[in-house]
């Protein structure tokens, strides 16, 4: 994450309901020979669960699963699931093979069950009604300016959600929640409460996808940032090469020795795609200083560049898209000092004549 979540971020009372019916239901089928109505709870996510009959045919198949697997596979996977409720432990040691000891059987009826649970048993009226708020309410929720704001907390580029005007709240657009361990590798987590983040389009569906933020595609381990209380904000640098040059170079680069740090930030750089997004974004410093700062002469290229370094509130940081890298692309012009700045103020001045020059040729033959 680029931004931690917000202390006071609200969770999804539906997702929490979920999340307990699924773990009451594995605790249950350890002593138990029969698919029956007491594996669930007698709560109302239970009667909606077993009255709901997709539901209720996902459940029987992960039960009869394990039946054929055996008394053990079932007390383990019941275990695995209790003993990492806690994702702020389990982010600093991850498992990264949570259900090696399940047959492939038991492993597809487990993603069977979680992924419905998910996608449609979340949605169903007595679910809903049970949580108290639908999920468009939690999205509101989250999305106040007091809690997180509009902007994705993972790049800092792009709103989470355009906000229309005349529109009722519950009728707003909202964001797509990422699970930040992808359900088709950790199903436990798929509704787990801290697992669900709203992402902006490009960091979902685009970067992330269903990637697995503890093992790189090769396989080798890593780490990465836990959302609610770690951030990558203050450990990033934006670089300039050869200001002089007709394409100065802009780099993202970690201002950190520490092997944890860089580990979790090179987890989050791959799976966000942020550096090529950034520097794809920064590859023409001549069109940023144009279209940002539109400055009229040296002095107020200067001026306006020692405008824009100054740091942004929080407010402003979850309210304006790209507010994060644009300050630190001017922090870091401005420390390169005056006399580069009027050297670049004179290249950018000869390239506006040669287009002009250009453009007049072909308008007038």
Request: proline letters at 4%; one cysteine or more.
């Amino acid at each position: 994450m680029l931004f931690c979540l917000a202390p006071n971020t609200p969770k999804f009372e539906v997702f929490r309901l979920l999340n307990d019916e699924l773990l009451h239901f594995l605790g249950q089928s350890v002593n138990t020979n029969t698919f029956c109505r007491a594996l669930l709870t007698q709560d109302d996510i239970g009667k909606a669960c077993w009255g709901n009959e997709p539901t209720r045919e996902k459940f029987k198949l992960l039960f009869n699963a394990l039946q054929v697997a055996g008394n053990d596979t079932k007390l383990q996977l019941f275990a695995v699931m209790r003993d990492n409720q806690n994702l702020e432990v389990f982010f600093s040691a991850p498992e990264r093979n949570l259900f090696g000891f399940m047959s492939e059987g038991c492993q597809k009826a487990l993603k069977l069950l979680c992924t419905h649970l998910y996608e449609s048993t979340k949605g169903l009226g007595p679910v809903k009604a049970a949580g108290g708020t639908d999920i468009k309410a939690h999205f509101n929720a989250y999305q106040a300016q007091a809690v997180n704001g509009n902007i994705c907390k993972a790049c800092g580029m792009k709103e989470l959600a355009p906000i229309r005007a005349g529109i009722l709240e519950g009728d707003q657009w909202r964001a797509d929640y990422d699970h930040q361990l992808c359900k088709s590798k950790y199903p436990i987590f798929a509704v787990h409460p801290d697992n669900l983040i709203p992402l902006c389009d490009v960091c979902n569906q685009d970067a992330k996808k269903a990637k697995d933020l503890f093992k790189h595609k090769n396989g080798t381990e890593r780490l990465a940032f836990y959302p609610y209380t770690e951030e990558a904000k203050g450990l990033i640098d934006i670089v300039i090469d050869n200001l002089r040059d007709p394409e100065p170079t802009i780099k993202v680069n970690w201002n950190t020795q520490d092997p944890v740090l860089l580990d979790k930030l090179n987890t989050w750089d791959e799976v966000y795609e942020v550096r090529s997004r950034v520097e794809g974004q920064f590859r023409s410093l001549e069109a940023i200083i144009e279209g940002e700062l539109r400055p009229r002469d040296s002095a107020h290229l200067v001026s306006r560049i020692s405008d824009e370094a100054l740091p942004h509130t929080i407010n402003t940081l979850k309210r304006k898209e790209w507010a994060f890298w644009y300050q630190k692309l001017f922090s870091q012009l401005q420390q390169i000092g005056t006399p580069d700045a009027e050297a670049f103020w004179e290249k950018l001045k000869f390239t506006q004549k040669q287009a002009k020059k250009g453009a007049d040729f072909i308008l007038n033959g």
